[in-house]
């Protein structure tokens, strides 16, 4: 157990990561597989593995497009745009550096 705990020590939000993601998209593939099945009921029919891989992987590209388009979105935009007060913002160094000016003005005195 001691030769895996550098690994969870360096690495565990990796670790807890993958594992969610794992966990997700095997949740995703039972409930496709659930939902091809009772359409397949539905027609009559059985379920069959070449209806299900492609309504599989076509979800899970869908999925993943959607979160980089907003993952993506969300990093342009605050590339250009900001909001005032915040942290990152070039408003709350120039109070700070403003502040710094004054602080130093009055030890001068």
């Known amino acids: 157990m001691k ?3 550098w690994l969870w020590k360096n690495y565990n939000l990796s670790i807890v990561l993958i594992c969610l993601f794992l ?3 095997t949740a995703q ?3 496709q597989m659930k939902k091809i099945t009772n359409d397949a009921l539905e027609r009559g ?3 069959q593995w070449d ?3 492609p309504e599989f992987w076509t979800s899970t590209l869908e ?3 959607s979160e980089f388009l907003q993952l993506m979105t969300f990093v342009i935009l605050t590339s250009f745009l900001i909001h ?3 942290a990152e913002s070039k408003d709350s160094e120039e109070r700070l550096e ?3 000016d004054e602080i130093l003005k009055l030890l001068k005195k």
Do not use: D, E, L
């Open 84 to 86: 005032k007060h915040s």
């Open 3 to 5: 030769k895996f705990s």
């Open 45 to 47: 029919k059985t379920f």
């Open 63 to 65: 999925n993943w497009q």
């Open 29 to 31: 593939f039972f409930v």
């Open 51 to 53: 209806q299900f891989w």
């Open 98 to 100: 403003k502040k710094i």
């Open 23 to 25: 966990a997700t998209w």
